[in-house]
């Protein structure tokens, strides 16, 4: 017999775990999810975008690939192999390539960076403003999809 106020056995084990989940309906929280946040019914995610995200990659490395073949850079080569297993990684859904994807947006923020840099280097901004603006646009863009795309990866490859 207990005393009164003294814990039962399956509260006294839900404290020394230090969580209150098992209370909760299984559909309605997930394990890592906020107090009080919705949450999806556990599906995977879709894989459309990731798939988009495979075939820029693919073509991105198709395109390195060009570069360095015409060229003979050995950096588009690297960028090529890169870009190609992150695109095979990506389609097939293996949790690694997320790295790569990582590692293509750390590399386009500092070529990004690089870039202003030399900008500066030889008078930017110009004196006319439009043609200032045109000068980091495009750059500006791919960063935006290299930071995006990365954010995206990481939101559908969390927690396992």
């Not at 695109?87 to 790569?100: E, H, I, K, N, P």
């Not at 870039?115 to 791919?142: F, K, T």
Request: proline share 6%.
């Amino acid at each position: 017999m207990r005393a009164h106020g003294a814990p039962d056995s399956q509260t006294a084990l839900l404290f020394a775990r230090g969580s209150f989940a098992a209370l909760a309906p299984e559909s309605s929280m997930h394990k890592r999810a906020p107090p009080d946040e919705p949450v999806r019914d556990g599906k995977r995610p879709k894989k459309g975008i990731l798939r988009v995200l495979a075939v820029f990659f693919a073509v991105y490395g198709a395109y390195c690939l060009w570069w360095a073949i015409q060229g003979w850079y050995w950096s588009g080569g690297l960028s090529a192999v890169m870009s190609m297993a992150t695109a095979v990684g990506l389609w097939l859904g293996y949790r690694w390539s997320r790295y790569f994807v990582y590692l293509f947006a750390a590399m386009i923020l500092v070529y990004f960076i690089w870039n202003i840099w030399a900008l500066l280097q030889i008078g930017w901004p110009y004196p006319d403003r439009i043609e200032s603006v045109a000068a980091v646009v495009p750059g500006s863009l791919i960063l935006m999809f290299a930071v995006g795309a990365g954010i995206y990866v990481f939101r559908t490859h969390r927690g396992g």
